[in-house]
């Protein structure tokens, strides 16, 4: 079945450690993206992804870095320099042209949740 | 400016009785919009969208939600909650284009036995 994988589940970091979320899709789309989620706030995006290597910076990029080598896989970086990183984490994807071009819905992944120690 | 507002950050209800989850929109554009349902340490799964077709959309496990111009609402609702509907919703607004996504703070549903 085709679908978005996220690993891993949880993750503890100390502070002051960099620490990679994975995310990869099977689902040949073209547009990827990396929210991040509080509680009571909804998801903020933090980058996106419309083609392989290009990414765009979302709303809370500060502290996060991307790539996007592969097609099918859009890794989030988080450094050192994000003050506040314990968060939950959420990869979505989506056909087509992404942010600026495409009104489909978005396929979300199962999460990573960071705790920072 | 463009925005998503739940009207409700929790929504309690009995095993049986009618949901309702409000949302409304502003946007000076024809939006697509959907409702996605986010289960504790899970990701978003999506229950219904509209794209500007018919304004009453059907979704899956028995909800469905109208889109409402003049009054610019997307109000999600089911005739009977079960247990397993338990979980938080997310109004979710994309402007003509795509170019922008916009997520509401999401309501809590609790389904009482």
């Known amino acids: 079945d085709g679908g978005i994988t996220q690993s891993p589940k949880y993750l503890f970091r100390k502070e002051g450690q960099n620490v990679t979320l994975s995310c990869e899709q099977n689902?040949?789309?073209?547009?990827m993206y990396w929210y991040r989620q509080d509680p009571g706030q909804g998801l903020r995006l933090i980058y996106y992804s419309q083609i392989v290597n290009d990414f765009q910076k979302g709303d809370i990029a500060e502290g996060y870095s991307v790539s996007r080598e592969k097609k099918e896989s859009f890794p989030l970086t988080v450094t050192s320099a994000q003050k506040n990183p314990t968060a939950f984490y959420l990869c979505?994807?989506?056909?087509?042209?992404?942010?600026?071009?495409?009104?489909?819905?978005?396929?979300f992944g199962e999460g990573s949740r960071l705790t920072v120690l | 400016a463009q925005s998503v507002t739940q009207l409700d950050s929790h929504v309690s209800v009995s095993e049986g009785t009618p949901v309702l989850l409000r949302c409304n929109y502003s946007s000076s554009y024809s939006p697509s919009l959907f409702w996605y349902v986010q289960h504790p340490n899970k990701g978003l799964q999506l229950l219904l969208k509209?794209?500007?077709?018919?304004?009453l959309v059907k979704g899956i496990n028995g909800f469905e939600a109208e889109f409402k111009k003049s009054e610019t609402s997307f109000h999600l609702t089911k005739p009977s909650a079960h247990m397993s509907d338990a979980a938080e919703y997310f109004c979710v607004v994309i402007l003509t284009g795509g170019f922008k996504t916009i997520f509401g703070a999401g309501t809590r549903l609790f389904v009482k036995a």
């Open positions: 979505a994807s989506r056909r087509g042209g992404g942010e600026g071009a495409n009104t489909g819905e978005l396929f």
């Open positions: 509209y794209t500007s077709a018919a304004t």
């Open positions: 689902l040949n789309h073209d547009a």
